[in-house]
Nanobody, 123 residues
């Protein structure tokens, strides 16, 4: 497994930006896909974005497409989520996750999870 630690969450007004970071250690970082999921109170955990092993291919949930950008730096063992034009409905705990397998939107396919970082967007 990979150990993951997220940072960068906080309180921001609607229309603002935040950059989440995820530091990874343990299993060879660049051996699989990385993703961000989020979970709002009373809701199921939902997929946000993933980036494939090489970093050259990404995929986003429709709700964040055009506003969020996922990236990874394999040399630094880091994954990032740049969030622009934030909306109140983006409020959630954001989780970084890793898999040794192929990229997927299914959270059950990811075997390593961070502790989460809270993002709150006020209207």
């Amino acid at each position: 497994q990979v150990q993951l630690v997220e940072s960068g969450g906080g309180l921001v007004q609607a229309g603002g930006s935040l950059r989440l970071s995820c530091a990874a250690s343990g299993r060879t970082f660049n051996s699989g896909a990385m993703a961000w999921f989020r979970q709002a109170p009373g809701k199921e955990r939902e997929f946000v974005a993933y980036v494939r092993r090489s970093g050259g291919s990404t995929y986003y949930a429709d709700s964040v497409k055009g506003r969020f950008t996922i990236s990874r730096d394999n040399a630094k063992n880091m994954v990032y989520l740049q969030m622009n034009n934030l909306k109140p409905e983006d409020t959630a705990v954001y989780y970084c996750t890793a898999t040794a397998g192929l990229a997927t939107t299914n959270p059950l396919r990811y075997d390593s999870w961070g502790q989460g970082t809270q993002v709150t967007v006020s209207s």
